[in-house]
């Protein structure tokens, strides 16, 4: 009333025009709202969160044209906003590769490329549609018998390098890949390199990066290593300090070296590894949990130095059982306290849904948001314990509106790793002045505490740098001395010929 009061007469008829179309407009919403579409557009206000679904080669969702529609359909009806997708499992990839075998669910349909097709369909914003973020899910060390791809072209490394393959401590083969072994390391992070070269993914999703007991790691190459790091010449015992740090030193290697390629290779990717979570959570400090002290993984440790972008934790817990609700919401809690330790990293819950009913699902969910904290769903195929009993599951579950109706009521846009624009990275691989590689070779920043030593194959890096000038020292190589200059959001790859030296 105050505008029409204040009004000249002639801007009126105006007025009563806009003031229709603004009833009109308001109307139309309320209509919308009683028939929710699957294309909300996210708005430019909305904060970024991680609404993630792992979607395996085992069930539905991969393996054909009408099963990638179907899956993107229900990540959108969701709000969901990433999708994390198997395209490599037991050594065989589900994307265009001359590395490695095609995986035996798509070798039957000549012509189809999931990765391709599956990027298409979530990154297609016509009619309003939400863009989905992918992530390449990759398994990594654990890769079975291979028996379906014993006649392959390529061959599969059970026939090319089995001695690629981890022993336990009586010497017997396992079927792994041990991360010990500097070969192996590095034919996986080509595969992983093929991927990001050839497909726009929004990210790289590592799954089984770590030892499948104390009982594995005892490949003669690797124990080699062992040996000629430490002086020692015996079998270590499985639960043995110094060999345990040194398993662990692998798997951690290998997840800092992956980050280096792939920050390289596409900066803007999101690298993400997927965290086990056995049993309790830490009492005082990771090192305490069953995940660091079993299995090598030591993932609450590359949050902190910020060896990758994402943790996307499994620890999946009936919510029915006290102890597990309690572990679950440990874990979350822990969680929380890990991100906000982590320089912007970010760390989720996971949600086991084959464990759980719906109801208890999404109580889960709701804990998650409880502590502010995003979430991936395990799996599209089993969302819920009611699927893996025989009901609805994949596109036909009813738990995708129901997330829509009573968790994500409004889409949002998937996080971007922001915190690295802001850090620098340095990288290379250590060489004697004879041009061997050294493996254990100590390389330090003068004047800083930043110290580090080469991998299997001579890889080291240092990473979540303040951006300035450096002064390597590395007694023995063509490094020591060097003075780089690292820029922030840029991983400086060194190169001896092209590095300057400090006068002394």
């Known amino acids: 009333m105050l505008l029409l009061k204040q009004a000249r007469p002639g ?25 929710r579409e699957t294309t909300q557009p996210v708005t430019a206000s909305a904060q970024p969160e991680i609404r993630a ?5 085992l069930g539905p969702g991969l393996k054909s044209p009408e099963e990638i529609r179907q899956m ?11 999708i994390v997708a198997q395209v490599h499992r037991e050594g065989a990839a589900l994307f265009d590769t001359r590395l490695e075998p095609k995986h035996a669910g798509i070798v039957d349909l000549p ?3 999931p990765l391709a097709f599956l990027l298409k369909e979530a990154h297609d914003t016509s009619g309003g549609k939400a863009r989905l973020d992918v992530y390449a899910w990759f398994n990594v060390f654990k890769l079975g018998s291979q028996r379906d791809y014993l006649d392959s072209v390529p061959p599969p490394i059970a026939v090319s390098h089995p001695e690629w393959f981890t022993r336990d401590a009586s010497g017997e083969f396992q079927t792994e890949l041990d991360p ?7 034919f996986v992070i080509a595969v992983i390199e093929d991927c990001l070269k050839r497909y726009p993914v929004d990210g790289i999703n590592l799954d089984f990066i770590r030892y499948f007991g104390r009982d594995r790691g005892y490949n003669p190459v690797a124990l080699e290593r062992f040996h000629r790091l430490t002086g020692r010449t015996d079998v270590p015992d499985p639960k043995d300090k110094q060999w345990s740090d040194f398993r662990r030193d692998q798997t951690t290697a290998f997840v800092r070296r992956c980050a280096i390629s792939i920050w390289t290779l596409r900066p803007e990717a999101n690298f993400n590894i997927d965290a086990v979570g056995f049993g309790r959570p830490p009492l005082e400090h990771f090192s305490d949990t069953s995940p660091y002290l079993t299995v090598f993984q030591d993932w609450g440790g590359w949050a902190e130095k910020g060896y990758l972008d994402m943790v996307l934790r499994m620890g999946y817990k009936r919510e029915r059982i006290p102890e597990h609700a309690q572990q679950f919401r440990g874990w979350a809690d822990y969680s929380r306290q890990l991100m906000d330790r982590s320089r912007g990293r970010i760390v989720t819950v996971g949600i086991g849904g084959y464990f759980n009913p719906m109801t208890d699902t999404l109580n889960q969910y709701r804990e998650a948001q409880k502590r502010g904290l995003g979430t ?7 969302p819920n314990q009611e699927a893996s009993k025989g ?12 997330l829509a109706r009573e968790i994500y009521p409004q889409p949002v846009p998937p996080p971007r790793p922001v915190w690295r624009s802001q850090r620098a990275f340095i990288a290379g691989v250590l060489k004697d002045s004879a041009g061997k590689r050294i493996d254990g070779g100590e390389v330090r920043l003068v004047g800083t505490p930043h110290g580090t030593r080469s991998d299997g194959s001579g890889f080291f890096a240092f990473v979540d740098l303040e951006p300035g000038m450096y002064q ?24 001896p010929p092209l590095i300057k030296k400090t006068r002394r």
């Open 391 to 402: 009901g609805k599951g994949s596109f036909e579950s009813p738990l995708w509106d129901t």
């Open 53 to 57: 679904v792992w979607v395996s080669v």
């Open 180 to 186: 010990g072994v500097p070969e192996a390391q590095d």
């Open 11 to 35: 801007t009126l008829a105006e007025i009563f025009r806009l003031l229709s179309l603004m009833l009109l407009v308001t109307l139309a919403a309320g209509l919308g709202c009683a028939h």
């Open 72 to 82: 993107v359909d229900a990540a959108r009806r969701a709000n969901l906003n990433t």
């Open 472 to 495: 390597l020292e590395a007694p023995g190589t063509p490094f020591n001395g060097a003075t780089i200059k690292a820029i922030s959001g840029i991983v400086t790859q060194l190169d």
């Open 376 to 382: 991936c769903l395990f799996s599209y195929n089993r």
């Open 111 to 113: 012509g189809f490329d």
